[in-house]
């Protein structure tokens, strides 16, 4: 069974930290991009950040030098580092994957891991 299992989440205080983890596991050949997503209560699920196979990263502007996205070297596992939280980065946030699972090129999600920021 090919899955992507994320952790990490939790509870936190403005301005803190958190590290969240996804890794990818089953019969992939190989994974290509990488990347998080968040969906927060009554909005629509958007991109958080995204990682090449080859390192390049891609964030949402107005989350640009609070977020950092990178992988493992084995490229199985894809982290999200997350400084300066704020109220609304509340969401359940989403490991997403472009890989080859036998034949076939499929879109992996996570089951997503809550984020909820709040004193």
């Known amino acids: 069974q090919v899955q992507l299992v994320e952790s990490g989440g939790g509870l936190v205080q403005p301005g803190g930290s958190l590290r969240l983890s996804c890794a990818a596991s089953?019969?992939?050949?190989?994974?290509?991009?990488m990347a998080w997503y968040r969906q927060a209560p009554g909005k629509q699920r958007e991109l958080v950040a995204a990682i090449s196979n080859g390192g390049s990263t891609n964030y949402a502007d107005s989350l640009k030098g609070r977020f950092t996205i990178s992988r493992d070297n084995a490229k199985t596992t894809v982290y999200l580092q997350m400084n300066s939280l704020k109220p609304e980065d509340t969401a359940v946030y989403y490991c997403?994957?472009?890989?080859?699972?036998?034949?076939?090129?499929?879109?992996?999600w996570g089951q997503g891991t809550l984020v909820t920021v709040s004193s």
């Open positions: 997403n994957a472009d890989a080859w699972v036998g034949y076939r090129y499929l879109e992996l």
């Open positions: 089953g019969s992939i050949f190989s994974i290509n991009a």
